[in-house]
Each structure stands twice: as structure tokens, then as C-alpha cells.
């Protein structure tokens, strides 16, 4: 059974950092491209980063650019978002999904679309 298992969500200041981890299991991810999206109440599930699956390339949002990190590690098939600078706005549950498909590209991993599994999910929340 594939799952991807988010982790590290939680209450935080404004300002405040989080990492959230991904443990992917069912299936080896090393070749998949890996992203994170978030969808705040009331609001559209969105593109926050993607990572390709060597690691090599990496793509962001404008709104997390500089604040947020994401990284992968193949040998424990996980990935990591590093949050920093948290903002209120940033309250949303986190998932994460991997692409197991062969596009690759900006346009591609910011379409939710093109990803065939997900997590389900993380809260997220940030205090002003």
C-alpha cells in the first residue's frame, strides 16, 4: 500500500519556524518528483514548492520564496519543508504528494493535477 505520511505540523508564532517531514512507504519515490501544496479553509488546494528527484531542482511559490526549504533524502524516502518566518497567512494544512510521471518543469509540478499521490495532510497554524 502506497502511503506518504506528513509530520511536524503544529501552532506557531508569527515568525516562528516549522519542519514538516514526508515519509513515503508502498513504493520506492526515488525517481519521483516530490512537492508540497496547502489548502487554507474556505480556499483552493495551491502550489507551494516541488523538488525533482534527484534534487537537483527546485521550485517555489512567490509567496515562500526565502522563507521556506524544501530537501529530500532518497535514502530514507522522505522530504523535508523547512519553514521559516511563518506568517499568519501561511495557516493551512500542508500536503504532500509525489509526480510519478515523466514531465518535469515548473509548470508541470505546480499543477496539482500531475501528482498521483498524497498525504493527508498537516495543520499548519500561525498566530499573529
Known amino acids: 500500500q502506497v502511503q506518504l505520511v506528513e509530520s511536524g505540523g503544529g501552532l506557531v508564532q508569527a515568525g516562528g519556524t516549522l519542519r514538516l517531514s514526508c515519509a513515503a512507504s508502498?513504493?520506492?519515490?526515488?525517481?519521483?518528483?516530490m512537492g508540497w501544496f496547502r489548502q487554507a479553509p474556505g480556499k483552493e488546494r495551491e502550489f507551494v514548492v516541488a523538488?525533482?528527484?534527484?534534487?537537483?531542482?527546485?521550485y517555489y511559490a512567490d509567496f515562500v520564496k526565502g522563507r521556506f526549504t524544501i530537501s529530500r533524502d532518497n535514502a530514507k524516502n522522505t522530504v523535508y519543508l523547512q519553514m521559516n518566518n511563518l506568517k499568519p497567512e501561511d495557516t493551512a494544512v500542508y500536503f504532500c504528494?509525489?509526480?510519478?510521471?515523466?514531465?518535469?518543469?515548473?509548470?508541470?509540478?505546480?499543477?496539482?493535477?500531475?501528482?498521483?499521490?498524497w498525504g493527508q495532510g498537516t495543520q499548519v497554524t500561525v498566530s499573529s
Open positions: 504528494a509525489a509526480a510519478a510521471g515523466s514531465g518535469s518543469g515548473r509548470y508541470y509540478y505546480t499543477r496539482a493535477r500531475n501528482f498521483d499521490y
Open positions: 523538488i525533482s528527484w534527484s534534487g537537483g531542482s527546485t
Open positions: 508502498g513504493r520506492t519515490f526515488s525517481r519521483d518528483a
